[in-house]
C-alpha cells in the first residue's frame, strides 16, 4: 500500500516539473497582440507601416521563431540594411503597457534569414529556410 502511495506522489510531482518546465519563452514574453512591419530599402529608407493583428498572421510569425538558433549577448554587424525591421507587441496584462520586441530582419541568398534582437537572450539568431519563408511572405509586400 506504501508504495502504491510513493508511485503516485511520484507520478503527481514529475507531472507537476513537467508542467512547470514545459512553459514557453512565449509564455513568458506574454501574448502576440500586433506586429509592426516596415522594409527597408538597400540606402536604410523604410518604407511604409504594415500593421498585422489576424490571429493566423500573428501565430505563424510566432511559429516560424521556434526554431530560430539564438545566440545570447552578441553584436553583430551587417554589411547592408536590413530588409524588414518587425515590432512584436506582446501584453502580459491588461492593466498593463504591452512589451515590444524589435527585430531586424535579412532574407539571405540561400533562403535562410538573419535576425538581430533587442532582447538580450535572442542578441542574433539563424532562421531556417522554411521559417525564412513564412516570415519573407507575412512581411514583404508583393
Not at 119 to 128: P, Q, T, V
Request: glycine share 4%; hydrophobic share 35%; net charge negative.
Amino acid at each position: 500500500m506504501k508504495s502504491k502511495w510513493k508511485v503516485i506522489t511520484l507520478l503527481a510531482l514529475v507531472f507537476v516539473i513537467t508542467a512547470c518546465s514545459g512553459q514557453s519563452a512565449e509564455k513568458d514574453k506574454g501574448r502576440l497582440v500586433r506586429i509592426d512591419v516596415q522594409q527597408v530599402d538597400e540606402h536604410g529608407k523604410k518604407g511604409e507601416e504594415k500593421i498585422l493583428v489576424e490571429h493566423d498572421d500573428l501565430e505563424a510569425a510566432q511559429k516560424a521563431f521556434v526554431n530560430t538558433e539564438w545566440q545570447s549577448n552578441t553584436k553583430a554587424d551587417m554589411a547592408r540594411p536590413e530588409d524588414v525591421l518587425a515590432t512584436f507587441f506582446y501584453e502580459k496584462d491588461k492593466n498593463m503597457p504591452e512589451s515590444l520586441v524589435q527585430y531586424r530582419i535579412w532574407f539571405e541568398e540561400d533562403d535562410s534569414a538573419t535576425i538581430i534582437s533587442n532582447k538580450e537572450d535572442e542578441s542574433y539568431g539563424r532562421m531556417n529556410p522554411e521559417s525564412a519563408q513564412v516570415l519573407k511572405n507575412l512581411f514583404i509586400k508583393n
